[in-house]
């Protein structure tokens, strides 16, 4: 009855717009915990009929483009429009302690105190894909308390963002202005996923730089079979009118598409996408169990012992049999 009360609570506050319920109601979706995954479940299931409204930007790049800083203009320009923008900042996990740095609210000072934003940093615990295990699920907790823009920061790998795109409407890379010597940001996975190319620091020094790296990107797109038309951009943080800019091209887009309907045939793939990664999970979920409990241990003297090969035995196991 007690935890019947307590997830009536945080949808309750959810529904309310409550900073807090949403926080504890992510905090049980990233726990380990068997229960407090059930409850985090039993609220995904209450609230999962009013998710799926927001605007879903992801934001790649490298260490050191500069998502945090153009994650906290653009979220600034898009909350004094009047929209209720939610950051979900994945921080990459140290594989020896499994712990982050989850720095992103000090990074986004500004950000973080309006009223009009919820930034919440997520350790990415080793999961490929540039996202958390729980990102999706964490978006549909934000939809469900009223944002709608939920900006997703990766955690920045480059190449295998390729999980990132799979949940979200527009997808923007950001690019340090290089030397153009190797095109070394040319890489076809991420590249083509993109629908905004932004090269970032286009100021001071740099902005010759900037133009010719951007010039480049914008000629390589064309290059790129099976690439789609990605807008390339200049942007700097010390530019107001650039972000303004960016703010602009990115809601004529999403407009766009939402009136050609592409929005709604991008989500049925990305659904069928995610139900192939719940699937997969539970599956790995199980085999996990099966290893903990030692029930390949005898399977494993039997095979030493050439008395059997070892596929049909774990297809059993797999199937309790």
Known sequence: MHISKDISSLVTGLLNRDRRSLSKAITLLESRLECDEQ???SILEKIYPLSGKSLRIGISGAPGAGKSSLI?????????????????????SSPLSGGSILGDKTRMEQLAVHPNAYIRPSPGRGHLGGTSLTTREATLLCEAAGFDIV????????????????????????????SGDELQGIKRGITELADFIIVTKADGDAHVLAEKTANEYQSAIGILKNSKCAQVQLT??????????????????????????????????QIEFWLESVLKSLVLKQAE???????????????????SFPYNKIKKLLKGT
């Open 289 to 307: 169990i099966q290893i903990s409990s030692g029930a390949l241990k005898p399977i494993a003297k039997e095979v030493l012992q050439n008395k």
């Open 236 to 269: 700097s943080v010390h530019n107001p009118q650039s972000i303004t800019q960016l703010a602009d091209n990115i809601l004529n887009e999403s407009d766009d598409r939402q009136k050609k309907s592409l929005f709604e045939s991008k989500r049925q793939s």
């Open 72 to 92: 906290e203009c653009l979220g600034l320009e898009l909350c004094n429009r009047g929209h209720h923008v939610a950051v979900l900042a994945i921080d990459p």
């Open 39 to 41: 409850m985090a479940h």
């Open 151 to 178: 900006l997703i920061e990766t955690i920045g790998v480059g190449q295998s963002e390729i999980e990132a795109a799979q949940m979200v409407d527009l997808f923007l890379l950001l690019i340090s202005p290089t």
